[in-house]
């Protein structure tokens, strides 16, 4: 039978693995039997309060990915899940794998010992192929593009360029059409930075006659009918909105989509969007866009798959409000997406949703904290589900989680650890940010070099 099931913890009066490190001959008798574990059948959303170095990879999202058969996207920051669990879930679980690795983060080998090459998505596939009004998926795409910077004394600017924006992905649409050709984001981008954007325009307006009446027409007439200083204010904020993508090698990575078309009715794959730490804040937009595109693809969904998609959203904060983010937590359930979020800290999604996220909260199923150790985040997560004290979660050791599922009196479990597990041997390959690290620790604490070789 698959695994359909989350992995939450291990009940607390479990023996530990602490201080013992990895070898199959010494903990392959602890934490064997999942049976015993604290697991997820049902099809609520989760949320995760962790903050960095508490070890949400190697305690939550990498059991799960090890151990979960049904569809999963991941923001995978560092490559590491895509590393340690994409051969087992091409190989084992037999799902196809696609990666969005955009600044090639994962070495080649890496990719040849998977079989996998680099994906690309390209988010006007959206539109492209969608089923319902364009008008309506023309402006969401364009306030992704805008991002927070859509709030403040330049509305103006900001909503005129949104809709300068959505006329021109409407040309682009529109034109491909008629040409029965794939919509291609580069020529988006060369409409808004070529020599003379207000000539080119207006030869489109007169020569795809599809654009007729449309909403995409209406955007880009009302536009040119501007003077000139509001043109060119406008254009300036539009750019200031795309400049992460005026890259000529990011853009490969968004030129087409490398995958089935109908991959959100697909049953059997797993994704990972690899944008690195480094690069999450400048190209926040690029993860935005990339996440918003697969949401809005689940929502043109007909019928309730037989596996539900489970979207894994570590470093959440990083996408900014998202719109379709808070849709698919208070409506997706019935499109069978299954959302987990993980958050550094309470503020975060407080922040973000000041007014939403009670809402948000109510629509988990799974509440889960770890690693807190400040008594600021303690209380806010105390208040939220009750039973214990601010200080009882502070004082948590780095194994123990509290875990609040609905309908249900919040509870103490031990996270799980795949490194150590019983469990996961001979599902996980080596992590290589780390192999070096713990191979120099095994060499020192006197095992053999050859005792850290996971099993394939």
């Given amino acids: 039978m698959q695994n359909l099931n989350l992995l939450l913890g291990w009940p607390l009066g479990m023996s530990s693995n602490k201080n013992r490190p990895f070898s199959a001959s010494r903990n ?47 923001i995978d920051p560092k490559g590491e899940n895509f590393a340690v669990t994409a051969r087992y879930r091409r190989q084992v679980l037999g799902q196809s794998i696609y990666v969005l690795d955009p600044f090639e983060v994962i070495s080649n080998a890496t990719l040849e010992r998977v079989g996998v090459d680099r994906a690309t998505l390209n988010p006007l596939d959206l539109i492209a192929n969608n089923r319902g009004y364009i008008e309506t998926q023309l402006t969401m795409l364009a306030s992704i593009f805008a991002g927070d910077g859509s709030n403040g004394v330049d509305d103006f600017w900001s909503q005129n360029a949104q809709i300068l924006i959505a006329g021109v992905l409407g040309i682009i649409i529109f034109q491909a059409k008629e040409k029965k050709e794939s919509a291609s984001f580069q020529k988006f981008m060369d409409y808004l930075y070529c020599d003379d954007v207000v000539y080119n325009l207006a030869v489109a307006l007169d020569t795809i006659t599809s654009l007729k009446n449309t909403f995409p027409y209406k955007a880009i007439a009302a ?163 009750g039973r214990y004290e601010p200080m009882d979660l502070v004082q948590l050791d780095k194994t123990q989680q509290v875990l609040s599922l609905s309908n249900e009196a919040p509870k103490l479990l031990r996270l799980m650890n795949y490194l150590e597990d019983g469990f996961f041997i001979g599902r996980f390959d080596e992590n290589p940010l780390f192999a070096k690290q713990r191979q120099k620790k095994l060499v020192n604490d006197g095992f053999p070099s050859n005792s850290l070789r996971m099993h394939v």
């Fill in 28 to 74: 392959s008798h602890r934490f064997t039997d999942i049976s015993t574990a604290e697991r997820y059948p049902k099809d609520g959303h989760l949320i995760t309060f962790a903050p960095t170095g508490s070890g949400k990879g190697v305690r939550v999202i990498i059991p799960n990915l090890l151990h979960y058969a049904g569809p999963v996207i991941t």
């Fill in 223 to 385: 536009f040119l009918q501007r003077a000139d200083k509001e043109r060119s204010g406008i254009l300036s904020t539009a750019h200031s909105f795309l400049t992460p993508f005026i890259s000529t090698e990011l853009n490969k990575h968004l030129s087409t989509s490398s995958r089935s078309p109908n991959i959100s009715n697909n049953n059997n794959y797993t994704l990972y969007i690899v944008i690195p730490p480094s690069k999450l804040i400048s190209h926040a937009i690029l993860l935005r866009l990339w996440v918003a595109t697969l949401l809005n693809e689940i929502m043109e969904r007909e019928e309730k798959p037989l596996k539900r998609t489970l979207f894994l959203l570590d470093e959440c904060a990083q996408l900014g409000r998202l719109d379709a983010l808070k849709k698919a937590i208070t409506l997706l359930r019935g499109y069978g997406l299954q959302v987990w979020m993980f958050f550094q800290d309470f503020s975060q999604l407080q922040s973000l949703y000041s007014l939403d996220y009670p809402t948000i909260i109510n629509n988990c199923g799974v509440f889960q904290a770890f690693g807190v150790s400040r008594n600021l985040d303690s209380v806010r997560i105390a208040e939220t589900i």
